[in-house]
């Protein structure tokens, strides 16, 4: 197995991107569904060295960017709330609803604490026994288990003043939809390196065959990426769709199994609502009824309504991978990391904030 030191050798880069020169023999649409995967391409300039013709288009897999309207509103209503203190993590600070922000809450007198886990926020509930402390958990099938395992422990401790406002998603249905769409016309999925550590490898060979796609898993080092790119590129010289593990070193076949079983054991798939794909049918996670006491949705009483995009924003576009940053007529005019209207401008995953950062020099 190499070591992650030789991924970041730019020597091993240069290679690797010579070798892609030449495999590039025809033109090639690859989906980057990873946000991690956006920003470190526009962090080391890799667009402006790919070949002519190869195209990488970004998908929606920044988990702040698909949390809908409807869910930032209600994680500020329930900031606003008496009594209630939020735990969030950093990059839904200042997501903009259609009443402000969280940060914007927060200035206001809203109690809000930034955590870098869904444990952090459980000790909140000790330090505060005289207040509900509400996790917001956004995320993933790389966030689920944890958030799972948080509740697990409040219900073990008898946690009376802790409950979770879920919005994880899956992200399946999402690719389905999106492969779906006739306009699209994808050659390739470079796939999301931390969701397959819990998911495996072997969950994307359905959707590999089904669409006829060829699916790699790749890492997040600019070896990584060229090697995954690489390997896309020889498939579809080739014809081929099948699932290649360009992150072995971190992703085995099977993945996580501990991880999915401590996932299902707190939480049951249902519809969840996506900004710019809309309600899909099993890919959110619902707390299920034996631990519906840590469910911030059934103690507080809130239901998140479906609200419009921002006038002008294009993030639904953007997500869906129909439309690049510049084509928004928002974008680094009335929409910055400074003043963002859209949440793909403010998340560090975001692809507008990426282009807004790197674009220019690619």
């Known amino acids: 197995m190499k070591h992650l030191s030789e991924f970041r050798d730019p020597s091993l880069s240069r290679s690797l991107l010579a070798r892609l020169r030449t495999t590039a023999t025809r033109p090639a649409r690859i989906m980057e569904v990873c946000g991690t995967h956006t920003m470190a391409i526009f962090h080391h300039g890799l667009r402006s060295m790919l070949p002519q013709g190869v195209e990488l288009i970004s998908g929606p897999g920044c988990p702040v960017c698909v949390t809908s309207g409807g869910d930032i509103d209600a994680f500020i209503k329930i900031a606003s709330r008496k009594n209630v203190r939020v735990a969030i993590f950093g990059d839904l600070l200042r997501v903009p609803g259609n009443n402000g922000s969280l940060?914007?809450?927060?200035?206001?007198?809203?109690?809000?604490?930034?955590?870098?886990?869904?444990?952090?926020?459980?000790?909140?509930?000790?330090?505060?026994?005289?207040?509900?402390?509400v996790f917001l958990s956004v995320g993933f099938e790389t966030t689920s288990p944890t958030v799972a395992a948080t509740i697990?422990?409040?219900?073990?401790?008898?946690?009376?003043?802790?409950?979770?406002?879920?919005?994880?998603?899956?992200?399946?249905?999402?690719?389905?939809?999106?492969?779906?769409?006739?306009?699209?016309?994808?050659?390739?999925?470079?796939?999301?390196g931390h969701v397959a550590t819990i998911i495996g490898a072997h969950a994307f060979v359905p959707m590999a065959q089904r669409f006829k796609i060829p699916c790699v898993i790749g890492g997040f080092e600019p070896a990584d990426i060229i090697s995954a790119l690489l390997l896309l590129l020889e498939q579809v010289n080739e014809g081929r769709h099948e699932v290649e593990n360009g992150y072995e070193r971190a992703v085995s076949w099977q993945g996580n199994p501990r991880a999915r079983e401590l996932s299902a054991k707190v939480f049951s798939k249902g519809e969840s609502s996506w900004r710019g794909l809309g309600l899909l049918a099993k890919s959110g996670l619902t707390i299920r009824d034996e631990y519906s006491r840590y469910d911030a949705k059934e103690r507080l009483g809130i239901t998140a309504k479906e609200v419009p995009e921002p006038a002008g924003c294009l993030c639904g576009a953007i997500l869906r991978g129909q439309k690049q940053p510049p084509h928004c007529p928002l974008f680094s005019k009335g929409c910055t990391p400074a003043s963002p209207i859209g949440p793909c401008m403010v998340s560090s995953e975001g692809t507008c904030a990426a282009w807004h950062r790197y674009g220019g020099q690619q």
Do not use: H, W
């Open 152 to 192: 697990l422990a409040a219900s073990q401790t008898e946690t009376r003043n802790f409950c979770v406002y879920t919005s994880n998603k899956t992200i399946d249905p999402a690719l389905e939809l999106l492969l779906n769409d006739p306009d699209l016309q994808l050659d390739g999925l470079l796939c999301p």
């Open 103 to 133: 940060a914007d809450a927060a200035a206001s007198g809203a109690k809000v604490e930034l955590v870098y886990s869904a444990m952090d926020a459980l000790a909140l509930a000790e330090k505060y026994p005289e207040e509900l402390i």
